[in-house]
């Protein structure tokens, strides 16, 4: 296990992983700050929604990213780095259930296409956080599986407390846009005091 995801896969580049990792840890914080354990939240509950806004916040990040791609939408949800199927979970890598490991349809296809042609086509990649339920991200780790479900990769992903994304999409920047000065319109209105009309200007916000 001393070579590195990139070693295998050229897929799998440092700073692809992180970009995804970050995604998942970031959205994990969001999520787990809202944990309310007196309204009745349990740690299903969390584990649920961890995953569930996890995998739509990928499939989002899939429309910045041109390397990053959504496989499976639904069911066992994959994306794709580069043309590589890769899953996320919340495990201990070394215990990782034989459930997780088995692919999709779409993944198994795309991994049987360049088996014929590429030594490594058929690991199964994880991004593994092996961390407390309440907890972001204690340590995240890319795993590669064997078909044997043995574990013929592991490197653990350096992420910062606060990662901020950088997308490869360029958005123009909004142009500044003159906006006239409002004009105070002023209109006489009668006062009466102690029996002697007099007038004054008062400022009118219609």
Same mark, same amino acid.
């Not at 939240?41 to 990040?61: K, N, Q």
């Not at 920047?173 to 006239?180: E, F, H």
């Given at each position: 296990?001393?070579?590195m995801?990139?070693?295998l @896969? ?9 970009i ?6 970031n ?5 787990? $700050? ?6 009745g ?5 969390l ?8 995998r739509?916040?990928i499939?989002? +990040?899939?429309? $910045? ?5 959504i ?5 066992r949800?994959?994306?794709q780095?580069? #043309? ?13 259930? @034989?459930k ?8 198994q296809?795309?991994m049987?296409?360049f ?14 956080? $092996? ?5 972001? +991200? ?9 078909? +044997? @479900? ?5 490197w653990?992903?350096? #992420? ?9 999409? @360029? ?16 209109k #006489?209105?009668p #006062?009466?005091?102690?029996g002697?009309d ?7 916000e219609s």
């Amino acid at each position: 296990m001393n070579k590195m995801p990139w070693d295998l @896969n050229s897929d799998l580049t440092k700073e692809r992983l992180i970009i995804v990792a970050s995604i998942i840890a970031n959205k994990r914080g969001e999520v787990i $700050d809202l944990h309310n354990e007196p309204l009745g939240d349990t740690p299903r509950s969390l584990g649920m929604r961890c995953y569930e806004c996890c995998r739509t916040a990928i499939i989002g +990040a899939s429309n $910045d990213f041109s390397w990053l791609g959504i496989l499976t939408p639904e069911g066992r949800f994959t994306f794709q780095i580069g #043309l590589t199927p890769a899953r996320f979970s919340r495990n201990d890598p070394e215990d990782l259930p @034989n459930k997780k490991l088995i692919t999709s349809f779409e993944a198994q296809k795309q991994m049987d296409m360049f088996s014929e042609c590429y030594p490594y086509a058929k690991i199964v990649w994880f991004i593994v956080f $092996d961390t407390h339920f309440k907890s972001a +991200a204690d340590a995240v780790y890319c795993v590669g599986y064997t078909e +044997a @479900n043995e574990i013929i990769c592991q490197w653990q992903i350096p #992420l910062e407390d606060k990662v901020t994304l950088i997308s490869e999409v @360029n958005p123009p920047l909004s142009q500044p846009v003159d906006i006239p000065a409002v004009q105070l319109k002023v209109k #006489l209105q009668p #006062l009466k005091k102690n029996g002697i009309d007099n007038e004054k200007s008062v400022g009118d916000e219609s």
